[in-house]
């Protein structure tokens, strides 16, 4: 139940605060004093959409704020919204939204932890549902009949499920699309197998051409190689006076001073010893990469040639060599692709006949759930109709088979007569405003005792609605208020007369700027608005307390 709200800055509201009850709460008022503002704020609240130009004249921003008592048997719904986000939420408290609304941006809030907007409409359609002063209009659309009936049956796991199913489907075809505008032709096939036959028949291996080009640079200098190596060998330890002769001098002084006091040469010697060592073991690798290098010509000639191959490959394909094994691979997948078309185009039929199947089970079962729902649901509607004003009206409904689809393989037409003994019509061809209004109440009214929802909006539900008829949609709203809040925009006073709240919005201005206020009316109010909705003057008034009397207020 919204037990409050709180509204800043809201097109003509300033601010305004109401406590609203259980049962059947009505809200009253001139023509354009701000009614419909009110009940856009509260679907504002739950996730509606958001428009700037809701933002009060002069002001950056507006709030919206509001607390709801979650009933006990929506708290696993809701604890399976706000869980996953990490939301507190005690189901002993209220739960608390405010929504504010910047000129660049807008916060939510739940339980003052920010949300998106997503999630707060996720939260209000467990609690709330609204009906617009026009929705009454999408009652003659088909497709609006049979989300209401899914509705009443509790068929939206199946629906979604349904519409799962074709979201694959969809997916499929587009990648069987995408599957026939890739596949290779024939002249494109010849081209790819002389792309293979080009590179398997040089077969490089990845990197080799930096490997071979390092051994050609040593193989194509491998005199200058062997020359250089012989010098510096013999330089460190082969030649007269080599380095190493000339260390073994060093250690003979180091020597003699050490007999001279050992203090003198301490530790130098060991210092000595091990250079001569390195200087031994540099000359031997030098050596070992001298006995590498080969003087042989085929072998040069063999690398030169090889490296020619690669060279010619990268020109072609490369500018790399890994660019040229990457051509080699997108070349090999293609003729694979070309080869094995009639098995991949198998493998998408099997797929597609299988999501059919699947698709033609499921929509089976939602068609047969929904035609053992439908005759009650008739049966419910027109027990409602009856209340208001169609004692005799009949109403049926109409299935006609289609091709399974996301909203299953059922297309559905209401057909309604309000009178006895008139054939029945489609409601887009016979009904009027008046008897649409009608209608929509009365399948809100069996919709929202199936899926109990404890909140129920209605803008001007009884819109084109009087006299006598007005009484029984007055009694009906105040019915339904027994087991959920209503709230409700009226111009009746039949209807305001059965409210258990009666708030009364009021539009003034001050210093130029107009505002909308918003008050609840205590007995004596009422009676005086209640009159001013039946014309005005102490007849009026008098007739206002009569209607109260009746309606037992």
Do not use: W
Request: aromatic fraction near 4%.
């Amino acid at each position: 139940m919204l037990t409050y709200m709180k509204i800043t800055n809201f097109a003509l509201i300033e601010e305004a605060e109401l406590e609203f009850g259980p049962g059947f709460n009505v809200v009253t008022g001139e023509s354009g004093a701000g009614k419909s503002i009110l009940m856009g704020a509260v679907e504002l609240l739950l996730g509606g959409r958001v428009d700037r130009g809701v933002i009060r004249t002069g002001c950056d921003r507006c709030v919206v704020a509001g607390s709801f008592t979650v009933p006990e048997r929506l708290v696993p719904a809701v604890e399976a919204i706000l869980g996953p986000a990490e939301i507190p939420f005690d189901p002993a408290e209220p739960l608390q939204f405010r929504r504010v609304i910047g000129q660049s941006n807008v916060r939510n809030f739940v339980n003052d932890t920010p949300v998106s907007a997503r999630l707060l409409a996720a939260v209000g359609e467990q609690l709330l549902d609204l009906h617009g002063a026009n929705e009454q209009l999408s009652l003659t659309h088909p497709a609006r009949q049979l989300e209401m009936l899914d509705r009443y049956a509790g068929a939206e796991e199946m629906v979604a499920e349904c519409r799962r199913i074709c979201a694959e489907l969809d997916a499929l075809a587009r990648e069987r699309e995408e599957f026939d505008r890739n596949i290779p032709d024939e002249s494109e096939r010849s081209r790819l197998e002389l792309v293979l036959e080009d590179i398997d028949k040089v077969n490089p291996a990845p990197s080799e051409d930096e490997e071979l080009s390092a051994r050609f640079r040593i193989a194509g200098n491998s005199r200058q190689v062997l020359e250089t190596a012989g010098h510096l060998t013999a330089a460190l330890t082969e030649a007269e006076d080599s380095v190493s002769d000339r260390m073994g001098g060093v250690y003979r002084k180091l020597l003699e001073l050490s007999r001279i006091d050992e203090a003198l040469a301490e530790g130098l010697l060991e210092e000595c010893d091990r250079i001569q060592e390195e200087i031994g073991a540099l000359s031997n690798r030098i050596s070992e990469l001298a006995d590498k290098v080969e003087l042989d010509p085929e072998a040069l000639a063999a690398m030169e040639s090889r490296l020619g191959e690669l060279f010619t490959l990268k020109r072609r394909y490369g500018p790399t060599l890994e660019q040229v094994l990457e051509r080699r691979e997108e070349a090999a997948g293609r003729l694979e692709l070309f080869h094995n078309t009639a098995a991949r185009r198998a493998e998408f039929d099997r797929r597609r006949e299988a999501l059919n199947t699947e698709l033609r089970a499921v929509a089976g079962k939602l068609s047969e759930l929904r035609k053992r729902c439908a005759a009650k649901f008739a049966d419910e509607v027109r027990s409602k109709l009856g209340a208001i004003g169609f004692a005799k009206c009949v109403l049926e409904v109409e299935f006609t088979a289609v091709e399974p689809g996301p909203n299953g393989m059922d297309r559905i037409e209401l057909l309604f007569s309000a009178n006895a003994g008139e054939s029945v019509h489609p409601l887009r061809k016979i009904a009027s405003s008046g008897e649409l209004s009608r209608l929509m109440l009365a399948l809100k009214t069996v919709l929202a005792d199936a899926d109990a929802i404890p909140v129920v909006v209605f803008d001007e539900i009884d819109v084109n609605i009087g006299g006598e008829t007005a009484n029984h949609v007055g009694e009906e709203l105040h019915n339904l208020g027994r087991n959920r809040q209503i709230l409700c925009i009226s111009h009746l006073a039949q209807v305001a007369a059965r409210a258990d709240r009666h708030f009364r919005v009021e539009k003034h201005t001050q210093e130029g700027r107009t505002f909308s206020e918003c008050r609840e009316l205590d007995a004596e109010s009422r009676v005086k608005e209640i009159g001013r909705m039946l014309g005005g003057g102490a007849s009026a008034e008098t007739h206002a307390r009569d209607i109260l009397r009746r309606a037992g207020r």
